[in-house]
């Protein structure tokens, strides 16, 4: 579970230098980012988002990985951010004579910040798992610690590289072919005519075709038996024409190439689907000082850690594993007036374009960027280049780049998007103004 108000920026304060161009990436978990970024697309995945269907599937999920041992709905990180637990309940029996007497105790609630609560107490979190109070207490400190060094923070801010580029790709590969049918368009009776020569001889051949498969129910003609007859003309006719057996048949499209002609197939490429996106980012990490290569450090594992698949059980023997993070890339720049004072919050660069969620498919890490291996005392590298692969997990359609945006029917708050007005009917809206802008939106 991602800290809010934490972010990781390099250099620190890259956010509110004047005319500053840097990318603002985002991080969620995968169910995260369903709930909240994804429920305000207007596509598929939105429109599931926000219907019942997926908590149904959601609850479905839970269960599997429950029955395959691989943990439980609840977040282990939930639970180390509480303070107030129950104690185990502990039942024990004495036996006094020929009576056996039992008693329970535990199932207190205790706060385990109380300086006079015992470490060694047993207690029990949410998904049923019984720790130590100490126990306990350590893997909250483990969790600010993460958080102090950003390894829990939801946004990094890193300079835009020397080269960003964007492109968008279309497959028009269902090829569909009009052939003889394009003749109706021009000459309306030449294409009757051959269409009614054509079913007439279709017609023929599929009789002959059927009368021969009969075999002996074909009719006598003079005591001669016509299958045989039409069987030694057709084989005679072959032999004659083929006599070793090395010719192609002369089909009618064949016979027109021997006469330098082809078919004009007339072909009409057809719309078939639009291709994901891919970004890639080369950064240079230059450390000038322990702390910022103690930062560098961070913005690697930051990156690691969310490429990488996790478990609901916190072991990686689970059967099941969860989804790695998600991301949002948003090119920003700071605003500022003429003196080069920032104006409010940094914006979404005028002509660069953000993206839905995205996967990082590509992180590779080069500590030796001029050849050679470079350390200082402490054995730290003061360069290293690091380059990242994402690739959108949604489609776009142009609906993305008019501006519909998504309002909430309940109370009529915006949910996503700029310049739209809320409605009390709640669904999407369009933006009237989005079609006509000139900043880039996706």
């Known amino acids: 579970m991602t800290q809010k108000n934490t972010v990781i920026e390099y250099p620190t304060g890259l956010s509110s230098i004047p005319y500053a161009s840097f990318l603002q990436i985002e991080k969620y978990s995968y169910d995260e980012a369903q709930k909240t970024v994804a429920k305000s697309f207007n596509d598929a995945l939105g429109s599931f988002n926000r219907s019942k269907i997926s908590d149904v599937v959601r609850f479905g999920g839970n269960r599997l990985a429950e029955a395959y041992g691989s943990g439980t709905p609840t977040d282990n990180f939930t639970d180390y951010a509480l303070n107030e637990y129950k104690t185990e309940k502990i039942v024990t029996k004495e036996k006094r004579g020929s009576r056996t007497f039992t008693s329970t105790s535990g199932g207190k609630t205790i706060n385990i910040t109380d ?6 107490t047993r207690v029990v979190l949410k998904n049923g798992e019984v720790t130590t109070v100490g126990q306990l207490m350590q893997k909250k400190q483990d969790m600010i610690d993460k958080k102090n060094k950003g390894l829990m923070a939801e946004r990094c801010m890193l300079p835009l590289p020397n080269e960003f580029q964007y492109k968008y790709g ?10 003889t049918l394009a003749l109706a368009a021009d000459e309306a009776g030449k294409f009757a005519a051959l269409a009614t020569v054509g079913g007439v001889a279709g017609a023929g ?14 009719a006598k003609v003079g005591g001669v038996d016509t299958t045989k007859l039409v069987q030694g003309f057709t084989s005679g006719a072959k032999t004659a024409t083929d006599p070793l057996k090395v010719n192609s048949p002369l089909t009618p499209k064949n016979l027109a190439g021997l006469a330098g002609l082809a078919p004009n197939e007339n072909s009409i490429q057809f719309f078939e689907r639009m291709q994901g996106r891919e970004f890639s980012f080369r950064f240079e990490l230059a450390a000038r000082n322990k702390k910022e290569s103690n930062r560098i450090i961070e913005i690697i594992e930051w990156f690691k850690r969310g490429m990488h698949p996790n478990s609901k059980s916190g072991r990686g023997s689970a059967v099941m594993l969860t989804f790695p993070d998600v991301f949002v890339l948003t090119p920003k720049f700071v605003k500022c007036d003429e003196e080069g004072n920032p104006l409010g919050d940094p914006i979404q660069h005028p002509m660069m374009p953000r993206t839905k969620l995205c996967a990082l498919t590509g992180l590779t890490i080069n500590t030796t960027p001029f050849g050679q291996l470079q350390t200082i005392f402490d054995g730290s590298i003061p360069i290293v280049t690091m380059e990242l692969n994402f690739k959108e997990t949604t489609k776009l359609t142009r609906v993305d780049m008019e501006g519909a945006t998504y309002t909430d029917k309940r109370n009529s708050k915006l949910i996503a998007g700029v310049g739209a007005t809320s409605t009390s009917e709640g669904g999407f809206i369009a933006n009237e103004d989005a079609a006509y802008t000139g900043e880039v939106s996706f």
């Open 115 to 120: 300086p006079n609560v015992d470490p060694s």
């Open 170 to 179: 279309a497959d028009w590969n269902n090829e569909f072919k009009l052939g």
């Open 205 to 218: 051949l599929q009789f002959a075709a059927g009368k021969l498969s009969q075999g002996s129910n074909v």
